[in-house]
C-alpha cells in the first residue's frame, strides 16, 4: 500500500531563510504527488502538485523517483507561510484513494 | 460560485449511537470526497462518490457509510460510533471527467466527539 512520510512534525526558521520541507513516499508506480496547505483558521487547500510543474508563492517541489522524495522548497520564507503543510499521494487520476502525510507545522519567525 | 459547506460544525454523540454528516459541494462539482483527521493527523481517504455511487474506498469498516444526491450533495453516516471515532471529518469536491481530476476543494469539516 502507498505510504507518506513526513519527517519533521515542527519545523522553524527564520524570515528570508530558505525552507525546506520533507517528504518521502513507498509506492512502486507512478504516483500524482501534492502538496497541501492549511493557514489558521482557514480551510485546508491545494498548494500545487507536480504534474503542473508551478512554483506557487515562491514555493517548489520536484519529484525525485529514485529516492521517492517530493520535499517541498522555498529560497526565501515569509511569515505568512506559516502554517500546516500536508504531502498528499494519489495511484489514480480521480484521486479516490488520496494518501496524506501527518503534516508538518512550519513557523516563520521575525 | 459557492464553496464547499459543511454541516453541523460540531457535534457529540454517545457511543453506540448513529450520526450523518452533510455536504454541499461547490457549484458545477461532480465527485465527493471524506475524510477523516484525528487529532495530529493527516486526513484519511474514507471514501469517494462520483455522479451518486461509491468510486473508492479506504480501510474503514462497513458502518461508515455515504450517499450522494443529485444535486451532487453527500451525507455520511457512521452506525454504532465508537470512541476512535472522534475527529474531524472533511469533504473535498472535485469536476472529475473523462480520464481527468481537477482540484479538490475542501470544507471546514465538522468535529465530531463520541463520549
Known amino acids: 500500500a502507498q505510504r507518506v512520510t513526513q519527517p519533521e512534525k515542527l519545523l522553524s526558521v527564520f524570515k528570508g531563510a530558505p525552507v525546506e520541507l520533507k517528504c518521502n513516499y513507498s509506492y512502486s508506480g507512478s504516483p500524482e504527488l501534492f502538496w497541501y496547505v492549511q493557514y489558521s483558521r482557514q480551510r485546508l487547500q491545494l498548494l500545487l502538485r507536480?504534474?503542473s510543474r508551478e512554483s506557487i508563492k515562491g514555493f517548489t517541489a520536484d519529484l525525485n523517483k529514485g529516492e521517492t522524495s517530493f520535499h517541498l522548497k522555498k529560497p526565501f520564507a515569509q511569515e505568512e507561510d506559516s502554517a500546516m503543510y500536508y504531502c498528499?499521494?494519489?495511484?489514480?487520476?480521480?484521486?479516490?484513494?488520496?494518501?496524506f502525510g501527518a503534516g508538518t507545522r512550519l513557523t516563520v519567525k521575525p | 460560485e459557492t464553496g464547499v459547506t459543511q454541516s453541523p460544525t460540531h457535534l457529540i454523540k454517545t457511543r453506540g449511537q448513529q450520526v450523518t454528516l452533510r455536504c454541499s459541494s461547490q457549484s458545477g462539482h461532480n465527485t465527493v470526497s471524506w475524510y477523516q483527521q484525528a487529532l495530529g493527523q493527516g486526513p484519511q481517504f474514507i471514501f469517494q462518490y462520483y455522479r451518486e455511487e461509491e468510486n473508492g474506498r479506504g480501510n474503514f469498516p462497513p458502518r461508515f457509510s455515504g450517499l450522494q444526491f443529485p444535486n451532487y450533495s453527500s451525507e455520511l453516516n457512521v452506525n454504532a460510533l465508537e470512541l476512535d471515532d472522534s475527529a474531524l471529518y472533511l469533504c473535498?469536491?472535485?469536476?472529475?471527467?473523462?480520464?481527468?481530476?481537477?482540484?479538490?476543494?475542501f470544507g471546514p469539516g465538522t468535529r465530531l466527539t463520541v463520549t
Open positions: 498528499a499521494l494519489s495511484r489514480s487520476y480521480n484521486n479516490n484513494d488520496m494518501r
Open positions: 507536480h504534474i
Open positions: 473535498a469536491s472535485s469536476l472529475s471527467g473523462k480520464r481527468r481530476s481537477y482540484e479538490q476543494y
